[in-house]
């Protein structure tokens, strides 16, 4: 699994590729003739937007203090908390990265968009591995909380409503947050201040999207083809390439062995070919049959049984002798007049008057 050290080596590489891609897309609007279509290069204001464009300084200004507040009370409760925080921080790094890239490139297709998330994912992953992996301890809600609501960074990938997306996502951490304040608003107030910043940081990232993404990431129809960025960041990293440059996935199992033992296919064949054409008879079927004459039936002539063609099952003299060892309890006898009713029990087969 990527460490955290890990994660933030893989950041620092791709801000320097995403600079190397200003710099070719700065190179080409240069290069480019003075009455060119704009559609035949990169327009200069977009291409070197990178880290200053207004969609970028947005979301640093929503959500980095968000995220510095939340970081720090994390550092307040300690331990795994505060890990999982640095996790988070490792995620806004690398989804302020992307929205750069974004803003350089035009929109991937959904084979290559996978590749440019996978910082982010990976982010993600280590945030919900960590809170399985201390399922016995105190702060188990604590990482509930932000496990199940980390998934609102995600947003970049939702289309078109990424808005209520994140807001279902806040509601989900809602649940272990209320835990949270439920064990600790009387003996932690930073448990307090923990809960609500966490929840202010979704909050304004559901604004900030709202504001700028309505309905989906926005790319730049004018900017460099996402081939562009996808080499560089490989140039870069190691990321996984974009586009499936890699090794290519192991094959399928082989399929199980199948018998073909064509004397057995074909013995069943005829046996069913048979069987369907005496079914075809109809009546006629039992045509066939020899007739039994009444001499020759066994159940009529107890001397064919006695001469062994057809043997009778012997009796258990262990069950005669349970039978003679068990015998019937006999009741006393008993008739008396219940209400209207005469009630007789008990009695033989002899004949009874009852006046």
Known sequence: MTTSTDLQSLLRRIEKATTRLEELATKRAESAPA?????????LSASTAGADSKVLLEYEAAVQPQIANFVSYSDKVGGVVAEQARLVEALYH???SFLRIATLTKKPTMDQLPGLLGPQQSAIQQIISLRDANRPSEYFDNLSTIAEGI??????AVEP?????????????????????????????????????FLSTLRELSAYVKLSHTTGLVW?????DVEVAARAISGET???PVRGTGAPPPPPPPPPPVYTGETDSSAGA????????DLNKGGEITSGLRKVEKEQMTHKNPALRAAGLVKEAPHSASTATTQQQTPVKQRPPRMELQ??????ENYGTEHLTIE
């Open 270 to 277: 005829t046996t069913r070919g048979a069987l369907f054409a």
């Open 35 to 43: 009455g060119g279509s704009s559609m035949s290069s990169v327009d």
């Open 339 to 344: 209400g209207s009713k005469w009630v007789v």
């Open 161 to 197: 409503t990424p808005v209520p997306y994140i807001n279902d996502m806040k509601d989900s951490a809602q649940f272990y947050a209320n835990r949270v304040l439920k064990k600790w608003r009387e003996k932690d107030e930073n448990q307090v201040e923990w809960v609500k910043a």
């Open 220 to 224: 730049n129809p004018k900017g460099e």
């Open 94 to 96: 690398a989804q302020r």
């Open 238 to 240: 190691a990321a996984a």
């Open 151 to 156: 998934a609102a960074f995600g947003w970049v």
